[in-house]
């Protein structure tokens, strides 16, 4: 049997956040049964952990989406470093990721980590494209200080301002319009969808990655890096923002977010759920 937990991440109270299954002890898990278990779970990600290649790093971790393996996510990376000092690690540690090495810092305020990753802005994606993905017109869509850009620290996200709170809210997936965009743009993944709304340090936002069976996700850490790294580059002044995300599907979660010129940080409390065994096949 393969011991697991379950995190709640980003919140501070069961039931809010985004949802994480975490497999401390992966070594023994087949390679072939780790998509299947991510799949099973059915939740944003999946994060298996192994002891690290280089003995003075904390872990090595691997993240699977429902359908695929990840180099980077925020939540998962929140969420395990929690886990791994709620195990009796930490509270500074450094975890393997497929982006490489990432510094993190947990306890009982939560975990941050801090990621030096490029910012790199992939493509401009038709803004009528975006809107019928999102299910909104293009009037709706802000425009004022940037198009929609598809950029990434890590993972990749189509950022696209929306003009009200309303916007925000109405916001209904058309599965054809995300795989028109992800034949568009294949370095984009599956074209997932970060919309936001902001207001001064304020971020209300919406993450939705239906091709990658993901409706709608209640916390993404790694498109709010992006966002903020994007953001900053495009103000080019340091940047400090709160995310609101989950809301409108009933999972509140709170994501605090710095980023200057050369790093991008990002913090969040994390809360234990749940624990259990997966049985041998």
């Known amino acids: 049997m393969h011991r697991y937990f379950v995190y709640d991440v980003f919140t501070e109270t069961r039931f809010g956040g985004n949802q994480l299954a975490i ?25 298996f952990v192994y002891p690290p290649s280089d003995p003075s790093h904390t872990a090595r971790v691997r993240i699977f989406t ?12 929140i969420g395990t470093a929690k886990a791994l ?44 494209v975006v809107a019928r ?40 997936t058309d599965i054809a319009a995300f795989r028109e965009g992800a034949k568009a743009h294949p370095q984009g993944l599956d074209f997932a969808q970060f919309a936001y709304v902001r ?7 919406r993450m939705f990655a239906p091709l990658d ?3 709608e996700d209640p916390a993404t850490g790694s498109a709010c890096a992006a966002l903020v790294a994007f953001l900053c580059d495009l103000e080019k002044q340091p940047l400090a923002l709160t995310v609101h995300q989950g809301e409108d599907m009933g999972r509140p979660s709170l994501i605090h977010l710095t980023a200057d010129s050369e790093r991008v940080t990002v913090e969040g409390q994390a809360v234990r759920v749940m624990e259990g065994h997966l049985l041998e096949a």
């Open 23 to 47: 497999f401390p002890e992966a070594d023994d898990i087949p390679e072939e049964a780790l998509q299947s278990i991510a799949a099973e779970f059915n939740f944003s990600e999946v994060t």
């Open 66 to 77: 429902p359908t695929m393996e990840v180099p980077f996510a925020g939540h998962p990376t």
């Open 85 to 128: 000092t709620d195990m009796g690690h930490g509270p500074e540690m450094v975890l393997e990721l497929g982006i490489g090495p990432l510094p993190c810092t947990a306890g009982t305020h939560g975990a941050r980590f801090t990621t030096q990753a490029r910012l790199e802005h992939i493509a401009t994606p038709d803004p009528a």
């Open 133 to 172: 993905a999102l299910g909104l017109s293009s009037d709706q869509i802000d425009a004022r200080k940037h198009p929609p850009t598809l950029a990434s620290v890590g993972l990749p996200f189509t950022l696209t301002a929306l003009k009200t709170r309303a916007d925000l809210a109405a916001c209904q």
């Open 199 to 205: 207001e001064g340090d304020t971020i209300h936002a």
């Open 213 to 215: 069976n993901i409706p």
